[in-house]
């Protein structure tokens, strides 16, 4: 007696695969495409290890927490999402039982807080060299009246504002959360390759004498105009919530560097000014850097940096 034939249960990707085969060519190349991005887009919305995400706030707890983020007309609480769980709720960290995933959430585009928001150096020296030929090009500057390289305001509307026209956020959140290890004070009429030579210099520095277990092209520096978005003006409503002092004054943040120019500009900034003068009350290392090296960096680790630049 023959045996019965096993039946053979094809599964959806198979199918899948079976039925592009029977389109056309660029039909098909469409599909497997719109496939790929459909799965990585899927894989993005699950949180990493690790990561700040948001979880909603019940609000039966015995305490209230200062830092509730309110978004939808929700309460929303800032947590570290852990791992997902075999029925597919979360676990988060420092929470006992599993969390519902629809009452967890990632950042919206755009809502990064500041204290993670910042950009390695190995991530700014990309952007530098994916637009080396542009970038060492000079071009007339209506505005100093001379030929020069581009600045952070050529940077901005033509590498940061293409490359987070879809998203509308901060060219920081095309990477992965980084809690912010070095504070960067600057003014946007900076070079641009003269500013990613300045911090260059500093993360050698930074490593040498603030952060020794760390390579310089690890370090995670703070610049306002990757951090922030560029599609909006958010800066806070008061001095205190503005990203500026949300990042200087993170834990997580162990030095200021102000990249500094041939004409020292950033001393003409306000902005610049109340950087340094929080550097010395926060008694954060300040360093001063250039395209050619550091001028100020260990003489000026604790303490008083603002009284020693400004009154030497």
């Not at 997580?252 to 550097?279: F, G, H, N, S």
């Amino acid at each position: 007696m023959g045996g019965a034939a096993s039946a053979v249960v094809e599964t959806p990707e198979a199918e899948l695969q079976r039925y592009a085969l029977q389109l056309p060519p660029k039909e098909r190349d469409k599909l497997l495409e719109a496939v790929r991005n459909a799965e990585k887009l899927q894989e993005e919305e699950i949180p990493h290890e690790g990561e700040e995400v948001l979880q909603l706030w019940a609000g039966d707890q015995f305490y209230r927490p200062r830092d509730l983020v309110l978004l939808n007309g929700k309460e929303w609480l800032r947590v570290r999402f852990q791992k997902v769980n075999p029925d597919g709720t979360y676990s988060l960290r420092h929470q006992n039982g599993s969390v519902p995933r629809e009452k967890v959430m990632r950042y919206p585009h755009g809502m990064r807080p500041p204290e993670i928001a910042g950009i390695t150096l190995e991530q700014l020296q990309k952007v530098y060299t994916d637009h080396q030929e542009w970038l060492d090009s000079p071009k007339w500057n209506p505005f100093a009246r001379k030929l020069q390289l581009p600045t952070m305001y050529d940077v901005v509307p033509m590498i940061i504002k293409p490359a987070t026209a879809n998203t509308q956020g901060s060219y920081a959140e095309l990477f992965t959360q980084k809690a912010v290890d070095v504070f960067v004070s600057h003014w946007w009429g900076h070079e641009f390759s003269e500013f990613v030579k300045a911090l260059e210099h500093a993360a050698i520095e930074l490593v040498a004498n603030e952060l020794k277990d760390r390579e310089a092209a690890s370090l995670v520096f703070w610049i306002c105009s990757f951090a922030n978005a560029q599609w909006t003006v958010n800066l806070g409503s008061s001095l205190e919530m503005s990203p500026f002092e949300r990042a200087l004054a993170s834990r997580t943040c162990k030095a200021v560097v102000m990249v500094m120019d041939e004409q020292a500009m950033p001393l003409t900034r306000i902005w610049c000014i109340y950087e340094v003068l929080r550097t010395s009350v926060l008694s954060l290392p300040f360093y001063v850097a250039t395209k050619d090296g550091v001028l100020l960096g260990s003489a000026y680790r604790r303490g008083l940096a603002w009284h020693r630049l400004c009154w030497p």
